[in-house]
């Protein structure tokens, strides 16, 4: 059995061409690959900065505290925004910053500063707040709601894709081998945001020029959509979707953050490239279990199979610490893979049966990504003071929050 996402009440398609639909759904699925990509990217430089910039673990987990940081304060403006002025006009605003922030890099090379490269992304960032917090609700109101759940884990794999294209070109470009300046070891940096820049403008462009279905959740006598009467925040499963939510993300972001350390740590003869290198086959899989996972919510409900996968992800992670190297990759590996529909299955039962609040909803599910900006340091502190093995009993307890969420947490408890 599939799980339904909910939609913020009747949604009307009558005079809505089909092909509108299939049109917006494929430009908007393009933006999972786009933030995909940059998230990817993201672990890499964590690597990069530790080695040209001489920062701590702690102080590398910096840029996932402004990465992640970001979405925390941009998703209710972005939803306020969305509620008067349409989804479309919050994915180009979304665009727009993250093209600024991308060619931010340039000013941050020639200085040299590691605060400056900290903005960049911070306003990247900012950008991708406004796209996750326009796209996922957008693509489970773009047709049928019993088909919403997989709607969104299909979009949900082109992040998976960028996801693996990103450590791929940042273990490409970033580990050239030493160079006789900060400006000259982050050219290659530069010049891969300065490409991802033109490439987000270029989307943008397509998104601009094509007139997306403009969705209302509202019943067939214009007023706001029923759904149910009880208050947001009395909704239990709600309430623990999000915590859950900011738990699964911490898990992510931290699992990913320090992968190439975990992996040269375990090894003398892994080098930073090779650690990513394996990074993207890391992404593969998670790739990989987004298809599987999407087919298998036809067949299990999502609440088991995600208990199964979280109880599943902290036996590996354990595996990784306490093994040796050969053993700890594939655990590690298979992390990814499980951890592959945690977050949009998170994301669609914490929204279920939201009715009118379901924007609102989705927009705090956003802010739960915050999880990704403070594990890394947490784990970059821990790791400084007890290796980087020790650190990863931080995603174990995680994992551990997803698992009850899936058996219990999740349920829709009505009051009388």
Known sequence: MALSAPVSGSVSTAGTPQRSYAVALALVTSLF????????????????FQETLNVSHAKSGLLQAAYFGAYFLWALPASALMQRAGYKVGILLGLSMYAIGALLFVPA??????????????????????????ANPYVTVLGPSQSSARRLNLSQSFNGLGQFFGPLIGGAFFFKGASDSVANAQ????????GIAILVVIVAFAIWRTQ?????EKNSDGSASAGTTVPLMQQRHFLFGVVTQFFYVAAQVGVGAFFINFMTDRSADTSSQHAAYLLSVAMIMFLVGRFIGTGLLTKIAAPKLL????????????VAIYSSHTVAVVAMIGVFFFMS??????????????????????????????????????????????GVGTAYLVPVVCFAIVCWYGLSGHRVVRKA
């Open 187 to 194: 050219a290659p940096v530069q010049a891969v945001y300065v």
């Open 33 to 48: 690959f786009m933030w995909g990509l940059s998230y990817g990217l993201l672990d890499v430089l964590n690597k990069h």
């Open 341 to 386: 529909i945690m977050f949009p299955t998170i994301f669609a039962l914490g929204v279920t049966d939201l009715g009118a609040n379901t924007k609102r909803g989705a927009s705090f599910q956003i802010m739960a990504i915050v999880g990704g900006a403070i594990a890394p340091y947490v784990m970059g502190r821990i790791s400084d003071l007890h």
């Open 109 to 134: 090379t020639a200085s040299g500063s590691y605060a400056m490269f900290l903005f960049a992304l911070f306003v990247i960032a900012s950008g991708l707040g406004c796209l996750e917090t326009a």
């Open 212 to 216: 997306l279905p403009d969705i209302r």
């Open 307 to 318: 208990a199964a996968y979280g109880a599943i992800n902290m036996v590996l992670v354990l």
